[in-house]
């Protein structure tokens, strides 16, 4: 009887050693990219737009889903722009703030048919867009969408439209 109880508390240490280990061990992280654009080339950046560059900013991140990614992305924007004024500040406030994330739906399995789905709406504090202005607003959002979702595919609405989001800056009046 006496080994019995020895042995019960021996598992129950051991037990109980294995959970607070397991628990005290670093939650697995997971390193995210997101784009911040630049008037100048760095090293890794792409170029794109009216002579603009996609710098892109690597972080790891606890858990991350596509919410998180935007957000960080976000206060990124926010947090680079903050030491511009004047002119320069208005550009860079276009292109980070201009989109506001309405929802995301991100299936477990996304597929063909059940794609991750991004809906955006414009801010109203922004009042509108000019031939420059609209890639510095379309372009890190979407590297940092894409680049989250790697080959799962997406689908990006703006005010509830993908047409709206493909048509966003053509100023033909063609685009479909």
């Given amino acids: 009887m006496k080994q019995n109880i020895k042995l019960i508390a ?14 005290a061990a670093p939650k697995s992280q997971k390193e995210i990219t997101y ?3 630049s008037f100048t080339d760095q090293a890794g950046s792409k170029p ?46 276009f292109g980070f703030a201009f989109f506001l994330v309405d929802k ?9 048919t059940n794609p991750i789905r991004v809906y955006l709406k414009q801010n109203p504090k922004i009042p509108g867009s000019t031939m420059c202005d609209d890639p510095r607003a379309t372009e890190p959002i979407k590297e940092t969408i894409s680049g989250y979702a790697g080959s799962r595919p997406v689908k990006i609405f703006f005010n509830g439209s993908e047409k709206e989001w493909r048509c966003f800056g053509d100023m033909s009046g063609l685009c479909q």
């Fill in 10 to 23: 021996l598992v129950g240490v051991i037990l109980f050693g294995s959970i607070t280990i397991a628990l």
């Fill in 48 to 93: 794109f737009g009216c002579g603009e560059f996609l710098i892109p900013v690597k972080k790891k991140m606890k858990n991350p889903d596509l919410k998180k990614v935007l957000s960080e992305f976000t206060k990124a924007h926010i947090t680079a722009m903050s030491p511009y004024e004047g002119s320069q500040a208005q550009d860079k406030l």
């Fill in 104 to 112: 995301i739906q991100e299936p477990k399995k996304p597929s063909s």
């Fill in 35 to 37: 784009y911040l654009m």
